[in-house]
T-cell receptor, first 118, second 119 residues
Framework: AQKITQTQPGMFVQEKEAVTLDCTYD???????LFWYKQPSSGEMIFLIY??????QNATEGRYSLNFQKARKSANLVISASQLGDSAMYFC???????????????FGTGTSLTVIP | DAGVIQSPRHEVTEMGQEVTLRCKPI?????LFWYRQTMMRGLELLIY????????DSGMPEDRFSAKMPNASFSTLKIQPSEPRDSAVYFC?????????????????FGEGSRLTVL
């Protein structure tokens, strides 16, 4: 089974509108971390936002917020007031039990390509 | 603090040649990861290290690929012999292990990638 599923290969949003990028995950760990990364056309991977499994409140970072629904195992990224510079590929990722002292890898989804339309 | 440093940024080589990609992780990080990214296969984990020890190399495509981490500040990914299907962007990333009570999230810090083209 896929650890991270992103079902939207491509999304379009009008400039200044909000957009939600979907992410579901699969883990049996109680402690885990969820991450979103942005990859613009220049290729670098930029960390956007983090949600810990024990965090009771949804994470927010500026125009980014993470809609965390633990029971549904979803961690959707919400970008408010979209800007042209938000056009990029977005990856959802999970790290299982980050406090485990032995190896734990990151799992990445296949990504969603977001295009912001002027 | 300097980020993850990868070299070379671009490499063009001919089939059959040896390729060595290099990575310097962020000082103090426990973990180092090598990823490969292609349009067809997306982002694939090749191998990762914890405290310089390889933990999982099940993503390494075949025996032509090898990775080493001789010390905490340096890792290499070697392809010998290279083939056209190895053409991809190779990312190195490092992280700290998240610890209870710390503000560290355990996020991955990526290098800028090494774009490999094998002709």
């Amino acid at each position: 089974a896929q650890k991270i599923t992103q079902t939207q290969p491509g999304m379009f949003v009008q400039e200044k509108e909000a957009v939600t990028l979907d992410c579901t995950y699969d883990t049996s760990d109680q402690s885990y971390g969820l991450f979103w990364y942005k990859q613009p056309s220049s290729g670098e991977m930029i960390f956007l936002i983090y949600q810990g499994s024990y965090d009771e409140q949804n994470a927010t970072e500026g125009r980014y917020s993470l809609n965390f629904q633990k029971a549904r195992k979803s961690a959707n990224l919400v970008i408010s007031a979209s800007q042209l510079g938000d056009s990029a590929m977005y990856f959802c990722a999970m790290r299982e039990d980050p406090f485990r002292n032995t190896g734990n890898q990151f799992y990445f989804g296949t990504g969603t390509s977001l295009t912001v339309i002027p | 603090d300097a980020g993850v440093i990868q070299s070379p940024r671009h490499e063009v080589t001919e089939m059959g040649q040896e390729v060595t990609l290099r990575c310097k992780p962020i000082s103090g990080h426990d973990y180092l990861f090598w990823y490969r990214q292609t349009m067809m296969r997306g982002l694939e984990l090749l191998i990762y290290f914890n405290n310089n020890v390889p933990i999982d190399d099940s993503g390494m495509p075949e025996d032509r690929f090898s990775a080493k981490m001789p010390n905490a500040s340096f890792s290499t990914l070697k392809i010998q012999p290279s083939e056209p299907r190895d053409s991809a962007v190779y990312f190195c990333a490092s992280s700290l292990l998240a610890r209870v009570g710390s503000s560290n999230t355990g996020e991955l810090f990526f290098g800028e990638g090494s774009r490999l083209t094998v002709l």
